[in-house]
């Protein structure tokens, strides 16, 4: 079945008098999960860094750039399917890491795991889950896992293990938050979950990180989390500590945040796999530029030595089809399938898949392609 098709389920559906019970489109299905969500939830999601001038700034690029269809060209039947470090997969998406999913929803990271799933695309699971690596896995689907890096390698390693072990087979590693950033409207609800316990089954399920403890987590939470807080935040790490993980995992390794094409070329040359053209949704440097600015430049100069991935920005399959077109491999989609997972967990997150790869079926053919391979600069033009 074409992802296109889930249209005219929609509109069938429609004869029988039943609507589809989440908004087709990312705006109004924020809008629902808003009136939804505790304020500190939502702004925890929804907020940025700063004065929002990045994140604003990641749709502006998008904005800036227009898909020139063209007519007659034999595209009724497309095919979305894309290969990432050896293995194919049916559409060029994958889940972005979101951690502390259990405040939009109970379910967190379970259901989400279970939406991406039924349909084949890959989830990247944070650090930051609100489940353990091994819970999460027996959704059996494509995963990966996203390490937020700790200052102990013993804790690095197991986490390693546990994600080897339990059939994640991408590291995609966050470089852009060993600190967070200023976000005000955090800041002004003094809201951050982690310090309430939420958002840390990974570590506080740690075999190693535990035997670091004086008490057991169940006897002194709030030591174990004053003891992971500063294990992985407030201390950058530096190039020349990545063989510690090129050593240790045998599998490709992305490295996410990258807006720079120098490092892109050291991620190159440090023997990474990927790197992710990331400013992370715009929650971390205000005033940076657009990610979707830097992707041509990063993937002209590296694309060849690298699977070049991209987020930050993406609402649509237009969206989708202009990084593609400007060299992404693929892209990773984060706040849109939040709102799903918000609106109606599982089934609010399969939704959201299927829409936006249902427009990205659409929006490729009808601008007069037929795959991901076929689009590359000469599909675009500058507003």
Excluded: C
Excluded at 31 to 51: I, K, M, N, Q
Excluded at 328 to 337: D, F, Q, S
Excluded at 361 to 379: H, K
């Amino acid at each position: 079945m074409a992802f296109s098709d889930y249209q005219y389920e929609i509109y069938l559906n429609g004869l029988a008098g039943q609507r589809p019970p989440y908004p087709a489109g990312v705006d109004d299905l924020e809008r629902a999960a808003r009136e939804r969500l505790d304020p500190g939830a939502y702004w925890y999601v929804a907020g940025s860094a700063g004065t929002g001038a990045t994140d604003r700034a990641n749709r502006e690029a998008f904005d800036r750039w227009r898909i020139v269809p063209r007519m007659l060209r034999e595209v009724s039947v497309r095919d979305l399917s894309t290969e990432l470090f050896g293995r194919t997969y049916p559409a060029p998406v994958a889940l972005a890491p979101v951690g502390v999913q259990s405040i939009v929803h109970p379910h967190g990271e379970l259901a989400t795991a279970r939406a991406a799933a039924s349909l084949g695309v890959p989830m990247v699971l944070s650090t930051a889950s609100s489940h353990t690596l091994e819970e999460v896995a027996e959704a059996d689907g494509p995963r990966w896992y996203q390490l937020y890096w700790p200052h102990d390698d013993e804790v690095t390693l197991s986490l390693l293990e546990r994600a080897r072990k339990n059939g994640y087979d991408t590291l995609v590693v966050t470089l852009d938050t060993w600190t967070l950033a200023w976000r005000p409207n955090d800041l002004d609800r003094a809201y951050l979950p982690f310090l309430r316990g939420t958002g840390l089954a990974i570590p506080l399920s740690d075999p190693v990180f535990r035997s670091r403890l004086a008490r057991p987590v169940e006897e002194d939470p709030d030591a174990a989390i004053m003891q992971w807080v500063p294990m992985f935040n407030g201390r950058a790490h530096t190039w020349d500590q990545l063989p510690l993980l090129r050593d240790n995992w045998d599998g490709p390794i992305v490295l996410k945040g990258v807006q720079h094409v120098d490092d892109a070329r050291r991620a190159a040359d440090a023997g990474m796999d990927g790197v992710v053209v990331s400013n992370h949704g715009g929650r971390q440097v205000d005033g940076a530029l657009a990610s979707l600015d830097a992707l041509a430049p990063i993937a002209e100069a590296v694309g060849d030595r690298l699977t070049v991935l991209f987020d930050s920005g993406v609402r649509t399959g237009s969206d989708v089809v202009k990084a593609l077109a400007l060299g992404a491999r693929a892209v990773l989609l984060g706040r849109p399938y939040m709102w799903g997972l918000a609106n109606g967990g599982e089934d609010g997150v399969r939704h959201v898949l299927r829409s936006i790869l249902a427009d990205l079926d659409l929006t490729l053919g009808l601008a007069g392609f037929r795959t991901p391979a076929d689009l590359d600069p000469s599909v675009l033009e500058r507003a």
